[in-house]
């Protein structure tokens, strides 16, 4: 089918299911991992619209595209990447949602010990903008962009996350000297408790299933690029007059300058924030679309044009990601 012809389609009507594809290995991997280190509970993984644990569900939500090859080549057309897409990233996704889940099954946030360590969960939740600080060692690491730090059920599902993914004598390694060790040893804890105890929840309303929504492949993309539309710093035109300058006679103009380099700016965008490549795409077509306006040429030798601009796309970065501006990567 043609994309159009896709994006006609209902997401139940797709006929979806885990089983037979490739993303049966990666929850077996999660499977034998919680055996391993003795947790009973086993999330319910379905697949939805996007990466989320639901609230207070023991259950992890897998993105439908990941389902069908068509779909995820799909997926790339209309948000430039698929999140997930590889099996290590589609690893790390799962066993961060698992750490919301082994948390919904549980309660474990309930708990006093756990505020103290993590803080309160009821704390606002705004994962698309949060101040970072990049070289804290007061979080593991595990997402980009430190998500750790965007909420503390973020911050316990990102602990968790690490404690699920490596044995004791590595985490304790890699952590020494962190107070993110502190995290991790109370997790370590917890998940003692858990393999004694069964969970005080098991089942709940998956939201956002799959086999029944009517939603159309057109509407979802139409939501989650919204979703994923992110606030940029203002485009300076003086900064902009400096680097091209006026547009004269026989010059290459500097719209078309940078649409033919479009592909290394955004690189260059990815690179240094970990944005998605649909939001990267996006600050570069405002950034294209405002020296059209401004009817800015190319006087100057192409060499030296790409140093300035490469110069000045990585103070705007720069300054972008000390503003603690970021869009989710994944959903609670």
């Known amino acids: 089918m043609t994309d159009e012809e896709l994006l006609g389609l209902r997401i139940c009507d797709l006929g979806l299911k885990l089983e037979g594809t490739e993303l049966v290995p990666r929850v077996e991997k999660l499977h034998a991992s919680l055996e391993a280190r003795g947790i009973p509970l086993r999330p319910i993984c379905y697949l939805g619209a996007e990466w989320q644990s639901p609230n207070d569900v023991p259950a992890i939500c897998i993105p439908f595209y990941l389902a069908h090859p068509r779909l995820k080549q799909l997926e790339l057309h209309q948000m430039l990447e698929v999140e997930g897409g590889t099996a290590e990233a589609c690893d790390k996704l799962l066993f961060h949602e698992c750490g919301h889940a082994i948390d919904n099954a549980y309660g474990f946030s309930l708990r006093k010990r756990w505020r103290e360590v993590f803080g309160d969960p009821r704390a606002e939740y705004t994962p698309e903008i949060y101040h970072h600080r990049p070289y804290s060692k007061a979080f593991v690491r595990h997402l980009p962009n430190w998500y750790a730090q965007s909420h503390p059920d973020e911050d316990f599902a990102e602990t968790f996350a690490i404690w699920l993914a490596s044995p ?165």
């Open 168 to 332: 004791p004598d590595v985490w304790r390694k890699q952590y020494a000297g962190w107070k993110a060790l502190e995290k991790l040893e109370l997790v370590d804890r917890l998940m003692r408790d858990a393999a004694r105890k069964e969970p005080r929840k098991m089942r709940g309303r998956l939201v956002s299933d799959a086999s029944k929504s009517k939603k159309t492949l057109a509407k979802h993309y139409a939501w989650k690029r919204k979703e994923w539309s992110s606030s940029y710093p203002d485009f300076y035109d003086a900064d902009l007059r400096k680097i091209f300058g006026e547009l004269t006679p026989g010059d290459e103009t500097a719209a078309r300058f940078m649409r033919r380099y479009r592909r290394a700016i955004v690189s260059a965008i990815v690179t240094f924030t970990g944005e998605r490549k649909y939001t990267a795409d996006r600050l570069t077509t405002k950034l294209i679309n405002r020296a059209a306006t401004l009817r800015l040429g190319t006087p100057r030798d192409e060499p030296a044009l790409l140093i300035d601009i490469g110069s000045y796309l990585t103070s705007l970065v720069s300054n972008y990601v000390h503003t603690g501006r970021f869009k989710k990567k994944v959903s609670r």
